[in-house]
């Protein structure tokens, strides 16, 4: 299942060559990445006060072509592979039908002091199995 969050390029998160800084991603990607979650039914704050947390492991981005202020972008999120801590989520950044980056996450749950924990039963729903 794929799921879409739309934002708009605001120019201070352009970089001196007029384009979107690459560091500015990582943070589309979150908040595309929160969209994901509590449109699936899962609220942050509502796992943090249960004991748990959800913590990016990785992320591997590839630039593909440069975002300008004010360009429309829609990240696509989808789960690609689900694991008992966690799993990975394909990202798609795109400019109408251009793609403008791509990114593979890799997440995990961890527990109250930071350790990998087994994930909740709230993830057990369909927008988080590939």
Same mark, same amino acid.
């Given at each position: 299942m794929d799921h879409e969050c739309n934002l708009t390029v605001r120019s201070y998160e352009c970089d001196s060559?007029?384009?979107?800084?690459?560091a500015i991603y990582l943070n589309y990607l979150e908040f595309a990445r929160h969209s994901y979650l509590h449109d699936n039914g899962i609220s942050v704050g509502e796992l943090r006060a249960s004991g748990h947390g959800l913590l990016v492991a990785r992320i591997d981005i590839q630039y593909r072509r440069p975002a300008y202020t004010d360009d429309r972008l829609v990240i696509r999120t989808r789960a690609v592979r689900k694991m008992r801590i966690g799993g990975v989520l394909e990202q798609t950044v795109?400019?109408?039908?251009? #793609?403008?980056a791509t990114a593979q996450v890799t997440w995990?749950? #961890?527990d109250g002091r930071g350790r990998p924990a087994r994930l909740p039963p709230a993830f057990e729903r369909e927008g988080f199995n590939p």
């Open positions: 060559y007029g384009h979107v800084n690459n795109l400019r109408g039908e251009e #793609v403008v995990v749950c #961890v």
